[in-house]
């Protein structure tokens, strides 16, 4: 009977509760200098439903949509099918300058959640050109600290009975409850065929996506140099402006020779 009922907690487990944290970042950069960071966290409405879960998750939800809140973000609830949450949208303007000066306006998502790849990210301004270039880590070993597990109630086995309660062996699957989260990162910079290590590409390769695994270190490098269009037409208008001003000085010249 008790391996009956672990058994059916083992599959409740497997199929509810892994994976049942959905984090996607997605940070979109624009050619005007300006930055839209908009991510959106949402959790499996039937963990939150079991009664060890319960309380547990909704204070996780509320301390993460808080630290958001403090921030800046603007938040907007979220609903899906069988899951519930928010996402947190927030603008920056000027962002080479903000990020030239070391500031970070991004920040991450939580402690449990320590996702903020943006402050990484760097801008070079140049001439006849802008250069995006990301290369970071966005560490998620510690991922499953803090994210709330079912408490185990049962009292300890005999010596002599080597059988889980049902309970100590959901705690058990769902211990790495945070390494099963699905992460995922969005990247967007203005411009084509972007260089990058990211899982897929779309938008002729200026939108990268990575799929992070939960309790690893993911390194993310994106690059992608996009030339600045207007200073190069006036530096060739000028140039031939210049070019048109010398040959008439020049054709002027020739005709006063005696």
């Not at 963990?47 to 319960?54: E, K």
């Not at 998502?109 to 070079?124: A, F, H, M, Y």
């Not at 301004?125 to 185990?152: A, C, H, M, W």
């Not at 099963?180 to 990268?208: C, D, H, Q, W, Y």
Request: aromatic share 6%.
């Amino acid at each position: 009977m008790k391996r009956g009922l672990a058994l059916g907690f083992s599959i409740f487990a497997a199929i509810f509760l892994s994976g049942c944290i959905d984090v996607e970042y997605k940070l979109l950069v624009d050619a005007q200098d300006g930055a839209e960071l908009r991510y959106t966290v949402v959790m499996n409405s039937l963990a939150m439903g079991i009664q060890s879960f319960g309380a547990d998750s909704q204070d996780f939800m509320k301390r993460t949509e808080e630290s958001a809140r403090e921030r800046g973000y603007a938040i907007s609830p979220v609903a899906r099918e069988k899951a519930t949450g928010f996402e947190a949208t927030k603008k920056i303007q000027g962002l080479s300058k903000v990020l030239g000066a070391g500031e970070d306006p991004f920040g991450p998502i939580s402690e449990e959640i320590p996702i903020n790849p943006g402050k990484d990210l760097k801008v070079w301004k140049g001439l006849f050109e802008t250069e995006y270039r990301l290369d970071t880590v966005i560490d998620l070993r510690g991922s499953n600290q803090g994210i709330p597990l079912p408490k185990d109630n049962s009292a300890s086995p005999p010596p002599d009975e080597t059988t889980k309660s049902p309970e100590a062996v959901l705690r058990d699957l769902t211990s790495a409850f945070g390494k099963n989260m699905r992460v995922t990162f969005i990247l967007g910079l203005p411009g084509k065929n972007a260089i990058s290590n990211a899982s897929s590409t779309s938008n002729e390769g200026s939108l990268m996506t990575w799929i992070l695994s939960p309790g690893a270190e993911n390194p993310i490098q994106a690059s992608l140099s996009v030339p600045n269009r207007r200073t190069i037409a006036l530096a060739g208008f000028l140039g031939a402006m210049l070019f048109l001003a010398l040959a008439a000085l020049a054709i002027i010249l020739i005709r006063r020779k005696p």
